[in-house]
C-alpha cells in the first residue's frame, strides 16, 4: 500500500497522559500537513511541513502540540497533558508541491482520539 | 471570520435533481481552490479542482469567481451514491496552508 498511513488508528487515554501520532506519507511528497477533525465540522488546520521545515502551526494549537518531520519522511504529533477537549480525529495528508500551486492533498484514515 | 465559509445542509435532494452548493472564501491572495467529498466516518478525497474558467466533469461542475469570492459546485442528475458531505477548500495565498470549510451535506433521496 503506497497511500499515506497512520498509526495508530484509536487511541483512548486517560485525562492527563500525553499521546503521539504517526504519520508515513506518500514517499515522493515533499508537503505534510495535520488537521483535526470533530463530529460535523470540516477538517481544522494545525500545522504543515514542507520537507523538514515546519512552515505554519495554527494561532489554536496549544503549547501542548507538537509535530515533527525530522528527515522530511514520517512525522508525529504528540499531545501532552490531554483534556478532553483534545478529543476528536487527527488527519494527516500529504501532497507534492509543485510550480507555486498546492497539489491535492492525499488523507491517511486518521487516529481516532478518545480523552477520558 | 472563517476563511472558507459554506452553508452545512444538509440538502435533501431526490435522485436526478440538479443540486448547487455555494462557498465563499475571505482571503483575496487563495490561489487554488478544491471541493473534495467526505463519506461518513471516511477520509476527505479530491473531487475536483476550480480554475478560473471553470471545469466540468462529468455530472459535476465548478465554478470560481474572483470578483465575489466565491466557488460553487454543481451536482447534475444526482445518484444515490452521490451522498455525503462536500468540503470546499482555498490556500491562503503565499503561505499556501490549506484550509476547509465546514462541509456540505448532501443526502440523494430514492
Known amino acids: 500500500d503506497t497511500g499515506v498511513s497512520q498509526d495508530p488508528r484509536h487511541k483512548i487515554t486517560k485525562r492527563g497522559q500525553n499521546v503521539t501520532f504517526r504519520c508515513d506519507p506518500i514517499?515522493?511528497?515533499?508537503?505534510l500537513y495535520w488537521y483535526r477533525q470533530t463530529l460535523g465540522q470540516g477538517p481544522e488546520f494545525l500545522t504543515y511541513?514542507?520537507?523538514?521545515?515546519?512552515?505554519?502551526k495554527s494561532r489554536l494549537l496549544s503549547d501542548r502540540f507538537s509535530a515533527e518531520r525530522p528527515k522530511g519522511s514520517f512525522s508525529t504529533l504528540e499531545i501532552q497533558r490531554t483534556e478532553q477537549g483534545d478529543s476528536a480525529m487527527y488527519l494527516c495528508?500529504?501532497?507534492?508541491?509543485?510550480?507555486?500551486?498546492?497539489?491535492?492533498?492525499?488523507f491517511g484514515e486518521g487516529s481516532r482520539l478518545t480523552v477520558l | 471570520r472563517k476563511e472558507v465559509e459554506q452553508d452545512p445542509g444538509p440538502f435533501n435532494v431526490p435522485e436526478g435533481a440538479t443540486v448547487a452548493f455555494n462557498c465563499t472564501y475571505s482571503?483575496?491572495?487563495?490561489?487554488?481552490f478544491f471541493w473534495y467529498r467526505q463519506d461518513c466516518r471516511k477520509e476527505p478525497k479530491l473531487l475536483m479542482s476550480?480554475?478560473?474558467s471553470g471545469n466540468e466533469d462529468g455530472r459535476f461542475t465548478a465554478q470560481l469567481n474572483r470578483a465575489s469570492q466565491y466557488i460553487s459546485l454543481l451536482i447534475r442528475d444526482s445518484k444515490l451514491s452521490d451522498s455525503a458531505t462536500y468540503l470546499c477548500v482555498g490556500d491562503s495565498g503565499g503561505y499556501q496552508k490549506v484550509t476547509f470549510g465546514i462541509g456540505t451535506k448532501l443526502q440523494v433521496i430514492p
Open positions: 482571503n483575496s491572495a487563495s490561489q487554488s
Open positions: 476550480v480554475y478560473s
Open positions: 495528508a500529504s501532497s507534492l508541491r509543485g510550480g507555486g500551486i498546492v497539489g491535492e492533498l492525499f
Open positions: 511541513f514542507q520537507n523538514e521545515a515546519q512552515l505554519e
Open positions: 514517499s515522493e511528497h515533499n508537503r
